[in-house]
Each structure stands twice: as structure tokens, then as C-alpha cells.
């Protein structure tokens, strides 16, 4: 498992865990390949059947307090929007559009969850576009649109189910918390060759909740 690696990094700008996420790519070893892929969230719950922590009210509540404590914990400077969830669309185009640097990324994130605003904030969304050199127009291309579409459906081939999710050598990291066993993956732990996790590979199924 050791030697250079090619991540695919899944992610959506509406998930507070994608953005501190996006904050800790810098400790991944220095030769690893990072290819950002926006995807929206909301499509993965609905061809999960899952969903999202935000739409569960105690969880909710729980997600934003974890959130701040988990920022405060790393040092990451975060500033809730004025409301969630929203409609993340804009800006997953706006980073397709943008043209899906590492740049673009970080800076669509910070405008959400350091300066706190959303797309539907007209004058600094404008001013957004403006940055990265957008025009609303190429939002609503078919390009940015088909591109998107694209993630997602690779998304779901690959077994993504959530965000942010790292996929490499063909298996899934999902979740801030995985950061530090995605790290171990990259270095080539012997855990990942332990009786302990190929074991926990097969578990059978047991009783299923009735829906």
C-alpha cells in the first residue's frame, strides 16, 4: 500500500465535516494526488435512502455543537451561515466553473463557514464570482451541469454515501473522523492486513428494522 496514491476527495460545500476536512489535506503525505470531485449531498441520501444529520432534529443540534468543538479543538477559524441546510448548488457549479483548483475550493468554503454567507447572499455571492472570474451564466451551463451529474454518479458507483469521502485504492474514508486512519492507509499500516479488520469486513447481517 505504500508508495504515491491518487484520492479522489468527495465533497460538498454545505457539510461543515467537508470543510474542516478541507482544512487537514495538507497533512496527507506531500506526493499524494488529490482530485476534488463536488458532489451534491442531498442526491447521495436520496439513492441511500439515508438521511442527512441536519434533517434530524437532536442531531442537528449535536452536528453544529461537534462542529464548533472539533474547529476549536484544530484551531479552525468557523462562523455558522445564516441558516442551514441551503441550497448548495451555485456553488458546487461556481467550483466546477472556477475551474476545481484546490485554490477554488478553499476559498468557496471559507466564504461559507468563516464569513458565514450563502449563495442566496446577493452582493457577496456576486462579489464571489467576480473573485474567481464566473459569470452566472457559466453556472447554467450544460458543461458545469453534466460535470456535476458525473461526480455524482461516480460517486455512487464507488460507494460513497456521504461527505466528505476519500476514496483510494478503491476504498472509502468517509468522514472527518477517518482522517487519521485514511492517513495510516497512505503509509501502509500492517493494521489494514490484521485479522481485526479483514474480520470486520465480513460481520453478517443480522434482524432487520421493520420500516
Keep these: 500500500m505504500s508508495g504515491k496514491k491518487t484520492i479522489d476527495w468527495y465533497f460538498d460545500f454545505i457539510s461543515p465535516f467537508s470543510y474542516l476536512q478541507a482544512?487537514?489535506?495538507?497533512?496527507l503525505p506531500a506526493d499524494t494526488e488529490l482530485?476534488?470531485?463536488?458532489?451534491?449531498?442531498?442526491?447521495?441520501?436520496?439513492?441511500?435512502?439515508?438521511?442527512g444529520p441536519a434533517e434530524i432534529a437532536p442531531k442537528r443540534t449535536w452536528t453544529f455543537e461537534h462542529c464548533a468543538w472539533?474547529?476549536?479543538?484544530?484551531?479552525?477559524?468557523?462562523?455558522m451561515p445564516g441558516h442551514h441546510p441551503f441550497n448548495p448548488l451555485p456553488l458546487l457549479r461556481l467550483f466546477i466553473a472556477a475551474g476545481g483548483s484546490a485554490q477554488a475550493m478553499r476559498r468557496i468554503f471559507h466564504f461559507v463557514w468563516r464569513e458565514g454567507r450563502l449563495p442566496t447572499d446577493e452582493a457577496p455571492f456576486r462579489a464571489l464570482l467576480?473573485?474567481?472570474r464566473v459569470t452566472p451564466e457559466m453556472l447554467g451551463s450544460d458543461e458545469v451541469k453534466q460535470a456535476l451529474r458525473r461526480n455524482g454518479e461516480a460517486a455512487i458507483a464507488a460507494g460513497v454515501f456521504g461527505v466528505p469521502t476519500a476514496v483510494v485504492d478503491n476504498r472509502c474514508f468517509?468522514?472527518?473522523?477517518?482522517?487519521?486512519?485514511?492517513?495510516a492507509w497512505l503509509r501502509g499500516d500492517p493494521f489494514?492486513?490484521?485479522?481485526?479488520?479483514?474480520?470486520?469486513q465480513t460481520l453478517p447481517p443480522g434482524i432487520q428494522r421493520k420500516k
Excluded: C
Aim: glycine share 8%.
Design 23 to 27: 482544512e487537514l489535506l495538507h497533512t
Design 130 to 132: 467576480q473573485e474567481l
Design 174 to 183: 468517509w468522514g472527518l473522523d477517518a482522517t487519521d486512519m485514511l492517513q
Design 192 to 200: 489494514f492486513q490484521s485479522s481485526a479488520f479483514l474480520g470486520a
Design 35 to 51: 482530485r476534488y470531485r463536488p458532489v451534491l449531498l442531498a442526491g447521495l441520501l436520496d439513492h441511500w435512502d439515508n438521511k
Design 70 to 79: 472539533l474547529a476549536h479543538r484544530q484551531g479552525i477559524p468557523i462562523t
